[in-house]
């Protein structure tokens, strides 16, 4: 297998969607535990994908785009990001019932 490795960069977006996801699970559902567990999952996801970032079937999207979208399931969520040079741009985190190909 291939050693290299890409450098995750997580971008604004992906930031506010996960401060949302964290916020509702908190306040709304009173579990910040689970909160704190989703975001430690979430993380380990994304850095063990960092070792593999290409390795994985490009997200099947219905436009055109510069770059190939990936995706990372975790839990009831997915983690979407492209992959530019070595960087692993974390771009976005939907719920999984969410509609993603009018949100990406």
Do not use: W
């Amino acid at each position: 297998m291939d050693s290299r490795r890409y450098n995750p960069r997580f971008l604004s977006l992906f930031q506010e969607d996960l401060a949302e996801i964290i916020d509702y699970i908190t306040v709304q559902l009173k579990n910040p535990a689970a909160a704190e567990a989703l975001v430690d999952d979430i993380l380990r996801a994304i850095d063990e994908r960092s070792h593999c970032a290409e390795a994985f079937e490009p997200y099947p999207s219905l436009r055109d785009r510069p770059l190939k979208y990936y995706r990372i399931y975790v839990r009831n969520y997915t983690v979407y990001y492209v992959v530019i040079g070595d960087t692993m741009e974390v771009r976005r985190i939907l719920y999984n019932r969410r509609n993603s190909q009018t949100q990406l």
